[in-house]
T-cell receptor, first 116, second 115 residues
Framework: DTEVTQTPKHLVMGMTNKKSLKCEQHMGHRAMYWYKQKAKKPPELMFVYSYEKLSINESVPSRFSPECPNSSLLNLHLHALQPEDSALYLC???????????????FGAGTRLSVL | AQSVAQPEDQVNVAEGNPLTVKCTYSVSGNPYLFWYVQYPNRGLQFLLKYITGDNLVKGSYGFEAEFNKSQTSFHLKKPSALVSDSALYFCAGRYYGGATNKLIFGTGTLLAVQP
């Protein structure tokens, strides 16, 4: 099973709303990632968690707040977003951050976010 | 600076013809290279990787890639294209920088296979 599950598939929110994106994997992977992807562009790395600890924050604005409650779950809390934050948000996982390059990242189908 | 380049925004090929999607890289250390495919409204799917060993790497759905160290290239190939291969293809390489190992993605190539 190489599945990464993301919910919801679609989300529309206002600039004053608070919402959360959820990501789940049951492959025993200990590294999990959040990416942001604009249409027809490559994914941009936002955060990396390794063994449930935040290891990379790519200078993401504080209106995005990640959380890793356990080794299978990854959340992205959203608050006071801007219209330019509208994008496809992808979650991925891999076996181990320290051997990231050797290990494949498995991606979820993403959450398409629209900020009005 | 480390980078991965995909020089073609779009590649058009007729069904049944061979296809090539180009990728060149400039990374530190030993190159670890990947190809991913993205269908509309979906996440990225892993196709194949090069870490070490044979320069010709075979992957999913009949795709293969040729690693060429002297030309710093990692082109994706398939002997006979299918309409269902139409998608966005990303080449990626390991970013080598202390503890911040992560993937560097190319800009993507849209493959259009005409029936």
């Amino acid at each position: 099973d190489t599945e990464v599950t993301q919910t919801p598939k679609h989300l529309v929110m206002g600039m004053t709303n608070k919402k959360s994106l959820k990501c789940e994997q049951h492959m025993g992977h200990r590294a999990m990632y959040w990416y942001k992807q604009k249409a027809k562009k490559p994914p941009e790395l936002m955060f990396v968690y390794s063994y449930e600890k935040l290891s990379i924050n790519e200078s993401v604005p504080s209106r995005f707040s990640p959380e890793c409650p356990n080794s299978s779950l990854l959340n992205l809390h959203l608050h006071a977003l801007q219209p330019e934050d509208s994008a496809l948000y992808l979650c991925a996982s891999s076996q181990d951050k320290r051997t990231l390059a050797k290990n494949i990242q498995y991606f979820g189908a993403g959450t398409r976010l629209s900020v009005l | 600076a480390q980078s991965v380049a995909q020089p073609e925004d779009q590649v058009n090929v007729a069904e049944g013809n061979p296809l090539t999607v180009k990728c060149t890289y400039s990374v530190s250390g030993n190159p670890y290279l990947f190809w991913y495919v993205q269908y509309p409204n979906r996440g990225l799917q892993f196709l194949l990787k090069y870490i070490t060993g044979d320069n010709l790497v075979k992957g999913s759905y009949g795709f293969e890639a040729e690693f060429n160290k002297s030309q710093t290239s990692f082109h994706l190939k398939k002997p006979s294209a299918l309409v269902s291969d139409s998608a966005l293809y990303f080449c990626a390489g390991r970013y080598y920088g202390g503890a911040t190992n992560k993937l560097i993605f190319g800009t993507g190539t849209l493959l259009a296979v005409q029936p």
